[in-house]
């Protein structure tokens, strides 16, 4: 038995339950989303059919996206703290150096370049891929949340803007799925089977191939230490997250629809 | 010249009793017949003795009773329709040609004008009395043994006639199963003795006597069908693609279309004309209203609701619900402000909090274009170039990267 090539710690407990929030949230979405994008489809109805109804397809899908954008905000709320608060950097931000190591690596395949481009924590196609998230999940928490009051909305802005937050919010859907479907499946499952994001540990040999700048400073010994707390920005930080649960809460007060509920509904034909 | 005694009203008086009366008093004598047809052992018995090899169906077949007393052939003899009977054994032909007619001359001449016609003009009848009436056990129609009593009307047509849907329809249902005698039978709506095919003009169920032929039984629904953008143009110019009652709720399998299963199938009902590109080009109607309907909420919960369980009812809006159904009106007929006004009423039926602004989220069947509804067209546009081009560019990549891989495994 050859001995167990030594693993490294990639991931913390925090990104293990964030991935797996969005893991199956994303994938329950999609499952109970689709169906309602193409109606008419045999497979819709199939889907439907299994989950027991439109309507539970729709709490369904209501519930994930609700928690997807806790997820999102609470992200956001988490960003904002250990960046400006614990002063860390921010490493998903993409610079220029990004797009240099994106020309290398294609230099590299045909064979311009004798050496692949040497990437620190996070590559160009994990920050392509992060953005693409966030991006994606705040197109749709916006849209969706257009898209579950529409009567309310109306009182405020043209109808033709839930109208036009419905159309992307499912061609955002159909661009989000298959991203996923080729870029993630490709860059984890295919190219190597990292499993991370699942356990917290990468193989060295695929962290030296694919993350060689940070592997260097984890053999120097540095880490990254957040900065001592400052009182004045936990003020403004917390009066920040506050007021924006505050306007949250407020919003979905003022959007509820007492007088809207199904169960209210008279089926016509059937007084 | 006339004797004065004929104009007597006493002689009048004593004809119409001997006319009246004449059968019973002059009581038929059937027993040589019965002799032999009167049970099934006595037709073996006969049959043995002429030497004849009879099926035990047709012994069956051959036994004969009296018309029952008090029917309307009470008293007629087995000689007045087979006169030829009285020879032994029997010649074949023994049946009188048109026996009927004796009595019935005026439904034998409808019957020949109708479509159970001898198609060769002859009185060889496609349908002979007696497919219908019987042969021998003839009763009035009100009489609940009759064979044409509205119970067994089916039976009978259907005996030639591929129909039996009708038989699950909501009208053979009621007369099959609810025993109600007026709801409707083949005969209520094709006729009896004068039936007509479809296509024939004078047809109780040509295309334009349709609705005047359920408006028998409902009257006031083809009365607002009649003046409905359906109904008004076939009377006034047999205009072919407009639908007639049976279209929509057909002819023979009628549903009842207070059921949820009705109400959840109606858009598809509507939709297999409104979808139909080269017929709405015809009178300038768009042909997407069927799939803008679907795209939208109401569409789409109504076709996925429908999938998993069509018998439960459903409040999302079908076409009826906003277009009326019997009483469909043009959305040209009443302008676009009325039409929006009325639109709101039916909006805030379910959404009690709807505003007029909340009627502009909504297409109102258009596809939105660069014209009408902008934003929404350009969304679309965006997403149709985005996503391929999002996509291609991983692919491409993706493929450029498995290919740069493969040839650095292989040199290394």
């Given at each position: 038995m050859s001995p167990r090539p030594e693993r490294i710690r990639r991931f913390t407990a925090r990104h293990i339950a964030n991935h797996w929030v969005m893991l199956i949230g994303f994938l329950g979405l999609v499952i109970t989303g689709m169906p309602q994008k193409f109606p008419a489809e045999m497979w819709a109805k199939g889907v439907v059919l299994i989950l027991g109804g439109v309507e539970r397809v729709r709490f369904i899908h209501h519930l994930l996206g609700t928690i997807m954008a806790l997820q999102l905000v609470w992200h956001v709320a988490e960003g904002v703290w250990l960046h400006?608060?614990?002063?860390?950097?921010?490493?998903?931000i993409p610079k220029l150096a990004d797009v240099r190591d994106f020309m290398q690596q294609i230099r590299f395949n045909v064979g311009l370049a004798s050496e692949p481009p040497a990437m620190d924590r996070y590559g160009f196609a994990e920050k392509l891929e992060y953005l693409a998230l966030v991006w994606g999940t705040a197109v749709m928490v916006l849209t969706g949340l257009l898209l579950l009051y529409p009567v309310r909305w109306s009182a405020l802005f043209p109808g033709e803007w839930i109208l036009a937050a419905k159309a992307a919010h499912g061609g955002e859907a159909i661009l989000a799925f298959l991203s996923i479907l080729t870029w993630h499946v490709y860059f984890v499952h295919i190219r190597h089977w990292n499993t991370a994001i699942f356990n917290g540990k990468l193989d060295v040999e695929a962290y030296a191939e694919e993350h060689p700048l940070e592997l260097r400073r984890l053999r120097r010994g540095e880490q990254a230490t957040p900065a001592a707390i400052q009182g004045w920005r936990v003020a403004v930080f917390a009066l920040l997250t506050v007021t924006m649960a505050a306007g949250v809460v407020a919003l979905l007060y003022w959007l509820r629809s007492p007088a809207g509920h199904i169960w209210t509904i008279q089926v016509p034909g059937l007084q | 010249m006339e004797s004065k005694h004929l104009r007597s009203p006493i002689y009048f008086v004593a004809a119409a009793v001997l006319l009246l009366c004449g059968r019973s008093l002059l009581a038929v004598d059937d027993s040589a017949c019965l002799?032999?047809?009167?049970?099934k052992q006595a037709i073996s018995d006969a049959a043995g003795a002429m030497d004849l090899k009879l099926t035990p169906e047709r012994i069956e077949q051959l036994v004969r009773h009296a018309p029952?007393?008090?029917?309307?052939?009470?008293?007629?003899?087995?000689?007045?329709?087979?006169?030829?009977?009285?020879?032994?054994p029997h010649p074949a032909g023994l049946l009188k040609e048109s026996?009927?007619?004796?009595?019935h001359e005026n439904e034998l001449n409808q019957v020949n004008k109708s479509?159970?016609?001898d198609p060769k003009g002859g009185?060889?009848?496609?349908?002979?009395?007696?497919?219908?009436?019987?042969?021998?056990d003839v009763r009035a129609v009100?009489?609940?043994?009759?064979?044409?009593a509205p119970f067994n009307v089916a039976s009978r047509c259907l005996t030639c006639h591929d129909k039996g849907e009708y038989l699950i329809g909501v009208h053979g249902q009621a007369v099959?199963?609810?025993?109600?005698?007026f709801a409707a039978t083949c005969v209520s709506c094709?006729?009896?003795?004068?039936i007509l095919a479809?296509?024939?003009?004078?047809?109780?169920?040509a295309r334009r006597n349709i609705s005047f032929t359920c408006g028998k039984c409902h009257g006031r629904v083809a009365q607002a069908y009649r003046a409905s953008v359906h109904g008004a143009p076939l009377t006034a110019s047999?205009?072919?693609?407009v639908p007639t009652c049976?279209?929509?709720?057909?002819?023979?399998?009628?549903?009842?279309?207070?059921l949820p299963r009705f109400r959840l199938s109606s858009p598809e009902i509507c939709g297999?004309?409104?979808?139909?590109k080269a017929m709405m080009a015809k009178y300038g109607l768009s042909a997407s209203v069927y799939n803008t309907y679907v795209a939208d909420f109401h569409g789409t919960t109504a076709e996925l609701f429908r999938a998993t369980s069509p018998d439960q009812p459903l409040n999302q809006a079908v076409?009826?619900?906003?277009?009326?159904?019997?009483?469909v009106e043009s959305?040209?007929?009443?302008?676009d402000k009325v039409i929006k006004e009325r639109l709101l009423v039916r909006c805030q039926?379910?959404?009690?909090?709807?505003?007029?602004?909340?009627?502009?989220?909504?297409?109102?069947?258009y596809e939105p274009s660069p014209t009408k509804y902008p934003l929404i067209y350009w969304v679309q546009v965006f997403y149709r170039m985005v996503i391929p081009g999002t996509i291609g560019f991983f692919l491409v990549y993706i493929a450029v990267d498995v290919w740069g891989r493969r040839r650095h495994r292989r040199s290394s």
């Open positions: 400006l608060v614990r002063r860390l950097d921010m490493p998903m | 002799e032999c047809h009167g049970s029952t007393a008090g029917t309307p052939h009470a008293g007629i003899a087995c000689l007045d329709c087979h006169p030829k009977a009285d020879e032994i026996p009927c007619v004796v009595c479509a159970h016609r009185s060889d009848l496609r349908a002979p009395c007696w497919a219908c009436h019987q042969a021998h009100k009489d609940p043994n009759s064979a044409v099959q199963l609810g025993g109600l005698d094709h006729g009896g003795h004068d479809p296509k024939d003009a004078g047809s109780r169920v047999d205009n072919p693609d049976v279209d929509c709720h057909r002819a023979h399998g009628t549903q009842d279309p207070l297999r004309c409104h979808r139909n076409c009826y619900d906003c277009h009326g159904f019997h009483d959305v040209r007929t009443a302008g039926v379910c959404h009690p909090k709807a505003t007029a602004a909340f009627l502009s989220a909504w297409t109102a069947h």
